[in-house]
């Protein structure tokens, strides 16, 4: 067995029989740290040399040897740590300071221990290191999978709300299509009697555009990313989530939108999205039998102390109120203080999975809010959501449409479906750009290796058969280092900021094209050339 200097000291005292009241205290001592199962040593402040080592840490790093530094036996490094040195350990009159606690993985990363480190004095009167580490691996675990189980039922969550979403985006369009077949067929007759018709052509624009913004908005919805908090404001929000309840709902049920505040909040605006679509839906489901009033209420009110107190996280002053009341058939008392956990639903099995308003706590709670709930039998129920007030604002008004740059330069313009090939063509001719097109990345690929000087910028789709827009990227950059490329794609996970620094890839466009993007990108990217 491995004794250390300081306890065979102590144990010749025992020997000869002194057992004075210190000699006792030290060895109790040391039985103690013996018996932890913390990794506890000692070490020289100036040297880093260990002085003493407990059971525990003689068992894991297989170390018996006294003046070893201690960076090497533990952390297996070649200089002192970071968090080891005198001026944290001591203040500017050499006495000890706070301790030093932080969270590390071991040398291995396989393990995760709690360190805490502080100056002690020693026998000999100086002050030494003691370092105390514990191993919280179970607690790291156990934390990685509850954020795994909550993304999870956010997600499952998510798929639940876009299976109400179904009919509410169907119906959105329908009507966006009626508008584009529509206006396209008046335009078209116009023009067969050489009737210039821009009114039906803006129709078609304006359709076109609502289109793009509902795919985006089902493509953010669904997407399992990290949420992003940005000041925003939530009424247009709330309006967009009524107008796709509107077609889900029955027609018995009124709704009813009144907005008393516009100010701004730090928040998500999926998750707002989704914390609206959660509680409408609940109301709607309260009502669907008889029919009813769903009313929602933007404003504004100050949270005092006492309410403060009554809800963790929450801070007393100025709060934006979301509040969503219903009609309903309410909410029993005995099932009032459940309606939060994840799972626990009154709906039948295939009406719901008792995931929504768990949901919906959290997310309120990650923005530092309070929910609310007040129900009675038969006459309905009302959920109030607290968010604090942004101190930041967001941008208040959209930008004014200016008119797109034009330019002179060759470009190189690839995608696989000809008739989006040829409509950039028509584009960017139009703005003044001489235009090569190809539908195959192979061939836009052999094209640029016979002729690499022939083109100022090439624009390619991400996604085509054989090779991607990536692919044909990193050829053609290998070909000529500082060709500007632009990549357009109608669904943006793929592309990542990542691959995007570096390929060099100088914009990120996406479907469908509008014009005034695509040149502003191309003025962007020709006029700020990589040096």
């Known amino acids: 067995m491995f004794v250390s200097q300081e306890t065979a000291v102590i144990q010749k005292i025992l020997a000869r029989g002194d057992q004075t009241e210190s000699a006792v205290a030290h060895q109790t001592i040391l039985t103690i ?14 040297t880093f040399a260990i002085l003493f080592m407990n059971r525990r840490m003689r068992e894991v790093f297989k170390q018996e040897e006294m003046a070893q530094p201690c960076f090497k036996v533990v952390h297996r490094r070649s200089s002192p740590c970071e968090n080891c040195t005198r001026h944290q350990l001591l203040d500017a009159q050499g ?27 020693w ?33 499952t969550q998510k798929m639940e709300a876009l299976g109400t979403l179904a009919g509410g985006i169907a119906h959105d369009f329908n009507n966006i299509l009626s508008a584009i077949l529509g ?9 067969r009697r050489g009737i210039a018709a821009p009114a039906y052509v803006g129709q078609i624009i304006s359709a076109g555009q609502r289109a793009r913004d509902l795919v985006q908005q089902i493509l953010t919805f669904s997407r ?42 730090l928040a998500d605006p999926v998750q707002i999205h989704q914390v609206i679509m959660n509680l409408c839906t609940n109301a709607g489901h309260a009502m669907r039998a008889d029919g009813g009033q769903l009313n929602v209420l933007i404003a504004e009110e100050v949270l005092g102390e006492e309410f403060a107190r009554n809800h963790h996280g929450v801070q007393p002053g100025p709060h934006l109120l979301l509040e969503v009341r219903d009609t309903g058939h309410g909410i029993a008392p005995a099932h009032l203080d459940k309606i939060f956990d994840p799972y626990f639903t009154t709906k039948g099995k295939s009406e719901g999975t008792g995931l929504g308003l768990a949901v919906v706590q959290g997310i309120v709670q990650s923005c530092r809010g309070a929910i609310a709930v007040e129900s009675t039998l038969g006459q309905g129920t009302a959920f109030k959501i607290y968010l604090p007030i942004s101190s930041r604002t967001g941008l208040a008004a959209s930008a004014i449409e200016s008119l797109a740059p034009v330019g002179r330069e060759r470009i190189l313009f690839v995608d696989d479906e000809l008739p989006l090939a040829e409509l950039g063509k028509e584009l960017l001719e139009r703005l003044g750009y001489h235009v090569t097109i190809r539908t195959k990345s192979i061939e836009a690929l052999a094209l640029f290796e016979r002729h690499p000087l022939d ?4 624009i390619t789709d991400m996604t085509m058969p054989f090779m991607t827009g990536e692919q044909l990227a990193e050829k053609l950059l290998l070909i000529r280092p ?6 357009c794609t109608g669904y943006s996970q793929r592309v990542t900021p990542e691959m995007m620094a570096r390929l060099g890839i100088r914009a990120l466009l996406m479907k469908p094209l509008i014009r005034n993007d695509m040149a502003a990108a191309i003025r962007k990217a020709l006029d700020n050339p990589v040096r």
């Open 33 to 46: 740290l013996d018996s932890m199962e913390a990794i506890i040593y000692a070490a020289d402040i100036e």
């Open 95 to 121: 006495n000890p300071r706070e301790a030093q606690i932080w969270e590390a993985m071991d040398a291995d990363k396989t393990r995760w221990y709690l360190h805490h480190n502080r100056a002690v004095r």
């Open 123 to 155: 026998a000999d009167g100086r002050y030494v290191r003691l370092h105390v580490a514990t191993d919280i691996s179970a607690v790291k675990l156990l934390e990685q999978e509850r954020i795994q189980n909550e993304t999870r039922m956010r997600q």
């Open 183 to 191: 206006y396209a067929d008046l335009a078209l007759d116009d023009a």
């Open 224 to 265: 399992q990313t990290e949420t992003e908090a940005k000041p925003i404001q939530i009424q247009p929000i709330v309006k967009e989530a009524l107008k796709l309840l509107r077609a889900a709902l029955p027609s018995t049920i009124a709704i009813e939108l009144k907005i008393e505040s516009e100010t701004t909040i």
């Open 455 to 458: 083109f100022d910028l090439v």
């Open 482 to 487: 500082k060709i500007p490329i632009i990549i």
